[in-house]
T-cell receptor, first 112, second 113 residues
Framework: NAGVTQTPKFRVLKTGQSMTLLCAQD?????MYWYRQDPGMGLRLIHY???????AKGEVPDGYNVSRLKKQNFLLGLESAAPSQTSVYFC???????????FGPGTRLTVL | EDQVTQSPEALRLQEGESSSLNCSYT??????LFWYRQDPGKGPEFLFT???AGEEKEKERLKATLTKKESFLHITAPKPEDSATYLC??????????????FGKGTHLIIQP
């Protein structure tokens, strides 16, 4: 049981490049979340999903898109990366009847 | 707007020196308050969920309490392995339970041998 996994662990992009971050969970959780964590700030919610085929905006959605084509996967896309998107990205998931969110190990993204 | 404020930002203790971390929150209606532990380079690890004022939960040397305006994480006789950043987060009733958590900035705790 791997829990929540994230791919890749590290990535460096140039301004304007695109990429996709993958989150996978093997716990059959309905809800999945993407957060970003920046120095001196708390974790902030980017987008979330309440089930396969559904997504919704969080606190800081601009510049990101997401997709949940399969229940176990939640993808975060950056179409045109900007230096302001340099951050550590965390994925989380949880069951419908339990508020505890399980977090992945994070992806450290640097945009030059 | 939901807000979470944690204090102090950083705390250095000697091994065995007990203390408390504070989490003050403002939320339209509290669905739950969460404590997480985060080690450097890793994702947050769940510790506790508190749902109503007066509730308390314990795990080893940690005890979390909740009032209507704040939560405390009490650390009794800490050990060096308790060194980490402790995060507090709230979930509001207004989100219907589906939306995410609002996090504080965390308290960076260092326990010196």
């Amino acid at each position: 049981n791997a829990g929540v996994t994230q791919t890749p662990k590290f990535r460096v992009l140039k301004t304007g490049q695109s990429m996709t971050l993958l989150c996978a969970q093997d716990m059959n959780h309905e809800y999945m979340y993407w957060y970003r964590q920046d120095p001196g700030m708390g974790l902030r919610l980017i987008h979330y999903s309440v089930g396969e085929g559904t997504t919704a905006k969080g606190e800081v959605p601009d510049g990101y898109n997401v997709s949940r084509l399969k229940k176990q996967n939640f993808l975060l896309g950056l179409e045109s990366a900007a230096p302001s998107q340099t951050s550590v990205y965390f994925c989380a998931s949880r069951w419908t009847g339990n508020n505890e969110q399980f977090f992945g190990p994070g992806t450290r993204l640097t945009v030059l | 707007e939901d807000q979470v404020t944690q204090s102090p930002e950083a705390l250095r203790l000697q091994e065995g020196e007990s203390s408390s971390l504070n989490c003050s929150y403002t939320v339209s209606g509290l669905r739950g308050l969460f404590w997480y532990r985060q080690d450097p380079g890793k994702g947050p690890e769940f510790l506790f969920t508190l749902y109503s004022a007066g509730e308390e939960k314990e795990k080893e040397r940690l005890k979390a309490t909740l009032t209507k305006k704040e939560s405390f994480l009490h650390i009794t006789a800490p050990k060096p392995e308790d060194s980490a950043t402790y995060l507090c987060a709230v979930q509001a009733v207004s989100g219907g339970g589906a939306d995410g958590l609002t996090f504080g900035k965390g308290t960076h705790l260092i326990i010196q041998p």
